[in-house]
């Protein structure tokens, strides 16, 4: 019952800045963990934000520290991932992930039951 549906990837040259949207139905993500994770082709899925549920802890890849950040709003049931200096490494399919509540740490994976489609990250240089 729980969706979460990715927006805003697209196509930016090295330098620039995108956000993503993550919109969820069926649960608030004041209600449970919300992350991003990106896949790159041969590499395993990587780590790149989350916050937890209560908003008070927020956690960064070391990857994307001082260039991503994370955010969400209550009201609109949207979780952002606002992307600044972007490099070509971030290339990627960036999924968004909803944890309602799992005893695993926020950045890894086997917590989160919920995930979007994922939207695709290209960073030209």
Same mark, same amino acid.
């Given at each position: 019952? &729980?969706?979460? !549906?990715?927006?805003? =990837?697209?196509?930016?040259?090295? *330098?620039? @800045? ?6 969820? $139905? ?21 780590? &790149?934000?989350? !916050?937890?549920?209560? =908003?008070?802890?927020?956690?960064? *890849?070391? @990857? ?6 994370? $955010? ?28 309602? =509540? ?24």
């Amino acid at each position: 019952q &729980v969706q979460l !549906v990715e927006s805003g =990837g697209g196509k930016v040259q090295a *330098g620039g @800045s995108l956000r993503l949207s993550c919109a969820a $139905s069926g649960r608030s993500v004041n209600n449970m963990h919300m992350a991003w994770f990106r896949q790159i082709p041969g590499r395993e899925r990587e780590f &790149v934000a989350a !916050v937890h549920w209560n =908003g008070h802890n927020i956690y960064y *890849g070391d @990857s994307v520290k001082g260039r991503f950040t994370i $955010s969400r709003d209550g009201g609109k049931n949207i979780v952002y991932l606002q992307m600044v200096d972007l490099k070509p490494e971030d290339t990627a399919v960036y999924y968004c992930a909803g944890d309602p =509540g799992s005893a695993y740490r926020v950045e890894v994976q086997e917590g989160y039951i919920y995930w979007g489609q994922g939207t695709q990250v290209t960073v030209s240089s």
